[in-house]
């Protein structure tokens, strides 16, 4: 595939949403990919990356081989979630804190288009196909209510939160941050990030060499679990396409549980800078809530998270034609 600067700045750009994504317990970095149109290529692009890029290089040379592996565009997209996760994750908490309402609302909305998106692409509605769409939904539905552990202590763990977390970022509709969330590693990898951010800003190495060896620990469970995952997920979509939308459908219906707006909270966490933030949280109607509802606003970020994806959906159309 033939690209351009522009393109590439676009896959970052759409790398940026996906690490927003990934910052919010309860939001998939898969979703993005897949209503941004990138999804396939992502989980081909990770399949195909082996050790076969080193005997290329050794054959052909360097560029043939990171042409071959289509690594442009897997270094784009990672540099966008990079960057996002890096700069945007303080405006993501702040938002959790201050305008939860809105930002669940935006990003219920954001899912509610995306199951439609998919739903719409599966081409033949079987009863294994139904089965699949409940059983995900389900499976989903439990893992949003889900008690979290305590936090991890051991390098052991990182090393399997690493693992789960990154399959969870991959498959829409299932969060990898509510994954941590779930693990105990969630306060664990946001203080790992503004510790790595801070040792960069104040040139601190100690604190920085300490965030490293801890991040690098986890990516290496990332890395074998984005191998793995990648490698069943790129099968089941050449061979069982139909049954993979549905699943994965079955997932983001699931997830709404976990981004309904009006929450009751059952139990409080306090996070690195001494500030209770919710733990455990129950969906409720609106007439439940405590404090104002706000229920034309959360129908407006919800409209707006809706259409959102009508119009990617609407642009990907017209660039196709």
């Given at each position: 595939m033939q690209r351009k600067l522009k393109d590439y700045l676009i896959i970052a750009i759409k790398g940026i949403a996906m690490g927003a994504a990934d910052v919010v317990p309860g939001v998939s970095g898969g979703t993005i990919a897949f209503i941004s149109g990138i999804y396939e290529e992502l989980i081909e692009t990770i399949n195909n990356l082996d050790i076969g890029f080193l005997s290329l290089w050794k054959k052909e040379g360097f560029a043939t081989a990171w042409k071959h592996h289509n690594l442009s565009f897997l270094c784009a997209l990672f540099l966008g979630i990079l960057i996002s996760i890096l700069s945007l994750a303080?405006?993501?908490?702040?938002?959790l804190h201050h305008e939860s309402l809105l930002l669940w609302a935006f990003f219920?909305?954001?899912?509610?288009?995306?199951?439609?998106?998919?739903?719409?692409?599966?081409?033949?509605?079987?009863?294994?196909?139904i089965l699949g769409i409940l059983l995900a939904a389900i499976v989903s539905y439990y893992i949003t209510i889900a008690e979290p552990l305590a936090s991890p202590d051991s390098n052991w763990y990182l090393l399997f939160c690493g693992f789960i977390a990154i399959i969870a970022m991959i498959l829409p509709g299932v969060s990898g941050a509510f994954i941590l969330l779930i693990l105990g590693a969630y306060q664990t990898a946001i203080d790992l990030i503004n510790q790595l951010r801070n040792g960069i800003v104040n040139l601190d190495f100690d604190l920085l060499w300490g965030a490293i060896s801890k991040i690098m620990i986890m990516g290496v469970g990332a890395l074998i679990g984005l191998k793995l995952f990648s490698k069943a997920l790129n099968w089941m979509f050449?061979?069982?396409?139909?049954?993979?939308?549905?699943?994965?459908?079955?997932?983001?219906i699931g997830s709404l549980n976990k981004l309904w707006?009006?929450?009751k909270v059952l139990s409080w966490r306090t996070n690195s800078e001494g500030i209770e933030v919710p733990f455990i949280e129950k969906s409720i109607l609106p007439s439940q809530y405590e404090n104002d509802p706000r229920i034309l606003w959360v129908l407006l970020f919800i409209a707006i998270g809706f259409l959102l994806i009508l119009i990617l959906e609407r642009l990907s159309v017209k660039k196709t034609n």
């Open positions: 303080k405006v993501i908490k702040w938002l219920f909305g954001l899912v509610l288009a995306s199951i439609f998106y998919i739903g719409k692409q599966i081409s033949s509605w079987k009863p294994k196909t050449k061979h069982h396409n139909n049954i993979t939308l549905a699943i994965l459908t079955g997932f983001m707006p009006w929450k």
